[in-house]
C-alpha cells in the first residue's frame, strides 16, 4: 500500500507523517489497534497497524492537551 520514502513511520511511504497531538486522538489510536489486535473490523483503514504503533509510541510519555483548539 505505501509507496516511496518513509515519512509516516513506514517503510515506503510518501504520505507526511502527523503526530498525535491531544489525548482524545491517542485514544482513538489505542481503540483503533486494540481493534484490530481482537481481529474485529477497522475504523481507520487509510493507516496500516505499524503506523499506528509507532504514532501510539512517540506520543507515549508525552503530557498532551485533553482536546486540540482549532
Request: glycine share 14%.
Given at each position: 500500500?505505501?509507496?516511496g520514502k518513509g515519512k509516516c513511520?513506514?517503510?515506503?511511504?510518501?504520505?507526511?507523517?502527523?503526530?498525535?497531538?491531544?489525548?482524545?486522538q491517542r485514544g482513538l489510536f489505542?481503540?483503533?489497534?486494540?481493534?484490530?489486535?481482537?481481529?474485529?473490523?477497522?475504523?481507520?483503514?487509510?493507516?496500516?497497524?505499524?503506523?499506528?504503533?509507532?504514532?501510539?509510541?512517540?506520543?507515549?510519555?508525552k503530557k498532551l492537551p485533553k482536546?486540540?483548539?482549532?
Amino acid at each position: 500500500m505505501c509507496k516511496g520514502k518513509g515519512k509516516c513511520g513506514c517503510a515506503g511511504s510518501t504520505r507526511k507523517h502527523t503526530p498525535i497531538v491531544s489525548e482524545k486522538q491517542r485514544g482513538l489510536f489505542g481503540a483503533e489497534l486494540a481493534r484490530r489486535k481482537s481481529g474485529k473490523g477497522s475504523i481507520m483503514p487509510g493507516i496500516t497497524t505499524k503506523e499506528l504503533v509507532n504514532h501510539l509510541e512517540e506520543s507515549s510519555g508525552k503530557k498532551l492537551p485533553k482536546k486540540v483548539k482549532k
